[in-house]
């Protein structure tokens, strides 16, 4: 199983990035697939998830509004569009798959990991 992501980088506050993660090697419609992020200094949080068919999403409260996780089963991929970005949001920002859950909140029940993205947002 590989998870690539791809999109981070550079804005300034109040921009947008979107973030892409391309899966291989698993039955993607038959997983969940996630976004986490890891700030310096911090530890890993959890930020948007989506179920196999798309049909249950799920934020963390500060990026409710803002970012939008979406996934196209057909090109196995899953996004992550992220507008009005703050200073806070910089992190590295990690997709991660669950094949046993249908979407979760921690990062336990995720069975494997991208490589990360960094996304920096400057005031």
């Known amino acids: 199983v590989q998870l690539q992501a791809s999109g981070g980088g550079l804005v300034q506050a109040g921009g947008s990035l979107r973030l892409s993660c391309a899966a291989s090697?698993?039955?993607?419609?038959?997983?969940?697939m996630g976004w986490f992020r890891q700030a310096p200094g911090k530890e890993r949080e959890f930020v948007a998830a989506?179920?196999?068919?798309?049909?249950?999403?799920y934020y963390v409260d500060s990026v409710k509004g803002r970012f939008t996780i979406s996934r196209d089963n057909a090109k196995n991929m899953v996004y992550l569009e992220m507008n009005s970005l703050k200073p806070e949001d910089t992190a590295i920002y990690y997709c991660?798959?669950?094949?046993?859950?249908?979407?979760?909140?921690?990062?336990?029940?995720?069975?494997?990991w991208g490589q990360g993205t960094l996304v920096t947002v400057s005031s």
């Open positions: 989506i179920s196999g068919s798309g049909g249950r999403i």
């Open positions: 991660a798959a669950s094949t046993r859950y249908a979407g979760s909140y921690d990062a336990p029940n995720y069975d494997f």
């Open positions: 090697g698993l039955t993607f419609r038959g997983v969940a």
